[in-house]
């Protein structure tokens, strides 16, 4: 089991929630030029899973830049 707010990648574990965004979305989110909500307005994000994980996200949990 993962410790709540870890971040994991693969098929091991089952998800809380999911966060679909393509590299760019995700660089500008964790550049801080793009806010979250408004990525889901303009639907460059997909959200899907338990409403109160997906409030909790925030891209600076991640904790390395995307390269681009």
Excluded: H
Excluded at 16 to 23: F, K
Excluded at 41 to 59: E, Y
């Amino acid at each position: 089991l993962l410790d709540p707010g870890t971040l994991s990648v693969g098929k091991n574990y089952r998800a809380d929630a999911s966060v679909y965004v393509s590299d760019d979305t995700l660089a500008q989110m964790v550049a801080g030029k793009l806010k979250p909500a408004k990525a889901l307005l303009q639907k460059k994000m997909i959200l899907k899973g338990n409403p109160i994980a997906i409030i909790k996200f925030r891209p600076s949990l991640i904790t390395q830049k995307p390269k681009l």
